[in-house]
Nanobody
Framework: QVQLVESGGGLVQAGGSLRLSCAAS????????MGWFRQAPGKEREFVAT????????AYADSVKGRFTISRDNTKNTVYLQMNSLKPEDTAVYYC?????????????????WGQGTQVTVSS
């Protein structure tokens, strides 16, 4: 098993930046493909970004492409989400997730472990 703890959320003005971190403990972090998802009030959880176990393969939702960057540091057991040019519609609880297989996926139910989430609020 792996335990995931997100941090770095907060309140930011539109156009600003935040960097989310997700620290993993438990089994070998490099064994997991990782993803970020978000859920706004009254909406379903949606895919944001994913990164492969080595960090070489990444994918993004169209809504964040060019503004968000996912990365990982396997020596620190941490995955990051750098969010730039934030918009009010980015407001949500952001979750990191781990998938105990080689390939990445944009589908939430295909992730095996989840963090508790961190709130991101973007004011206009």
């Amino acid at each position: 098993q792996v335990q995931l703890v997100e941090s770095g959320g907060g309140l930011v003005q539109a156009g600003g930046s935040l960097r989310l971190s997700c620290a993993a403990s438990g089994r070998t972090f490099s064994s997991y493909a990782m993803g970020w998802f978000r859920q706004a009030p009254g909406k379903e959880r949606e895919f944001v970004a994913t990164v492969s176990r080595s960090g070489s393969n990444k994918a993004y939702a169209d809504s964040v492409k060019g503004r968000f960057t996912i990365s990982r540091d396997n020596t620190k057991n941490t995955v990051y989400l750098q969010m730039n040019s934030l918009k009010p519609e980015d407001t949500a609880v952001y979750y990191c997730a781990a998938r105990e297989v080689l390939s990445t996926t944009t589908i939430a139910y295909q992730y095996h472990y989840w963090g508790q989430g961190t709130q991101v609020t973007v004011s206009s």
